[in-house]
């Protein structure tokens, strides 16, 4: 969680420059489990969309599995 460009990341999503995220993968966020989850809360509570080119559009569903 310690990284530049994921710290840019959810400050750009807490200050709304940002609606979609897309990635290729969860993985390229974090290899964290409890890592992942804390990003998709935090970028869902500021209404910001997750979509990878593996899993297609990321739901709370995603993340529990």
Not at 9 to 36: H, P, Q, T
């Amino acid at each position: 969680m310690q990284r530049p460009g994921l710290t840019r990341l959810l400050n750009a999503a807490k200050a709304g420059r940002i609606d979609v995220l897309v990635a290729e993968g969860l993985d390229r966020l974090s290899r964290n489990l409890k890592d992942i989850a804390g990003i998709y809360e935090t970028l869902d509570y500021q209404h910001v969309t997750i979509w990878t080119a593996h899993e297609g559009r990321i739901s709370e569903l995603c993340i529990l599995v």
